[in-house]
């Protein structure tokens, strides 16, 4: 993930993401000058093609209805892999209509939180029919209600992925254990944990873009008994 800041800034953070062995790049959009963006996103694609890179984008609602379709247009000529949530959840015919006209593939994010019964879950992908969603189980109700989205978007045709949200290495530890043992072969967004000052010290570690467990590392849980 790419955190927002100055176009230098984040010309920096994408070039050292790189330089670690990241080939997945995440990057937030709407919340910038919507050329600066572009410009930000031309910087790569003159320097990394997209067999080099992939980039995924998230607009987090930012996008509104009427000019939604002219910016994913625009933003196409980037060789884009998928872009969440264009438009602000709960507006469903807008956004079935964008997934079946966007020259990007649209992921729901945002769109799925708060919806626990499984009748109004295939409901609503079944009616906007997006390319992907995006599944934060800390914020679905846990693993078991991750697994039902899964297979109802499985029975879809809709494919997914697992992000981290915020958690300390407990409960990454967990996210990642279940996305092992689960998610299909995409990349996934996990790796919260290097957010913190004050993070549990655990055996999770990122090598070249990749979260691992090292076996030759414990789980120091001395934070949890101040």
């Known amino acids: 993930l790419i955190w927002m800041g100055s176009k230098q800034d984040m010309q920096q953070q994408i070039r050292q993401k790189i330089d670690n062995g990241f080939s997945t790049i995440k990057i937030k959009v ?7 963006e572009c410009e930000i996103l031309d910087f790569i ?7 080099d890179i992939e980039i ?25 892999h998928s872009i969440e949530q264009p438009i602000k959840p709960g507006q ?5 209509a964008l997934c ?14 708060g919806i626990y019964d499984n009748d109004q879950r295939n409901h609503l992908l079944a009616a906007i029919n997006p390319k992907y969603i995006i599944l934060k189980p800390s914020l679905l109700g846990g693993l078991e ?20 949200a915020l958690e300390s290495n407990i409960g990454l530890n967990a996210i990642a254990h279940w996305t092992f043992a689960n998610a299909p072969s995409i990349h996934q967004g996990l790796g919260t944990g ?10 999770l570690e990122i090598r070249n873009g990749k979260l691992y467990s090292n076996p030759s590392k414990t789980w120091d849980l001395s934070l949890l008994k101040k």
């Open 56 to 80: 995924r984008l998230d607009a987090n609602g930012a996008f509104s209805p009427t000019e939604a379709l002219s910016k994913l247009k625009t933003l196409a000529k980037y060789n884009i």
């Open 30 to 36: 709407g919340a910038l000058d919507f050329e600066q």
């Open 92 to 96: 469903h015919e807008l956004m079935a």
């Open 145 to 164: 209600d991750t697994l039902q989205w899964t297979m109802l978007a499985q029975s879809l045709g809709i494919g997914w992925w697992v992000t981290s």
């Open 194 to 203: 290097q957010l913190y000052a004050n993070n549990i010290a655990s055996p």
């Open 100 to 113: 079946a006209t966007s020259p990007i593939d649209i992921a729901l994010d945002e769109e799925l939180i």
């Open 45 to 51: 694609r003159k320097h990394f093609g997209k067999h």
